[in-house]
């Protein structure tokens, strides 16, 4: 691992670590029970904090294949829950059991920017920076 790929990789291992620490204190100090599609987003994100911070200790290039893959998959469910949360989705295909529904507004920052929209550009950063990270060398 190169020192360029190595500061791109922390970078990364930090959004993942800030977003990580965001959806806890919004879950623990602001009292917004997650609900289902929130928790399955949080399970790649914090393994990717896991998953980078080890790779960062080790300096091992090769995080990028486990680390993207994790990043991709938060995508797509963080995709699917904003057009979910937004009424493109039909509301019979909301996957939430007993607790929070996955379609309700619980926070909004700025007149726009809500969880799901958050999570969405975390996970997108996230995929773009470990891309950027593979290509240098």
Same mark, same amino acid.
């Given at each position: 691992m190169t020192n360029k790929q190595w500061q791109v990789y922390f970078a990364t291992w930090l959004l993942a670590l800030? /977003?990580?620490?965001g959806s806890l204190f919004l879950s623990e100090v602001m !009292?917004? /029970?997650p609900c289902v599609l929130c928790w399955y987003?949080?399970?790649?994100?914090?393994?990717?904090? #896991?998953?980078?911070?080890?790779?960062l200790y080790t300096? !091992?290039?090769g995080v990028y294949k486990y680390a993207q893959a994790l990043a991709v998959v938060g995508l797509v469910?963080? /995709?699917?829950?904003?057009?979910?949360?937004?009424?493109?989705?039909p509301k019979g295909m909301i996957p939430c059991g007993p607790g929070p529904s996955c379609a309700d507004q619980k926070l909004e920052l700025w007149?726009?920017?809500?969880?799901?929209l958050m999570s969405v550009l975390a996970?997108?950063? #996230?995929?773009?920076?470990?891309k950027v990270a593979k290509q240098l060398k």
């Open positions: 800030v /977003a990580a620490a !009292d917004f /029970a987003q949080r399970i790649p994100m914090y393994a990717l904090v #896991l998953v980078l911070g080890v790779g300096r !091992d290039a469910i963080a /995709a699917y829950h904003c057009l979910l949360y937004m009424g493109f989705i007149g726009f920017a809500t969880i799901p996970f997108a950063a #996230l995929v773009v920076g470990l």
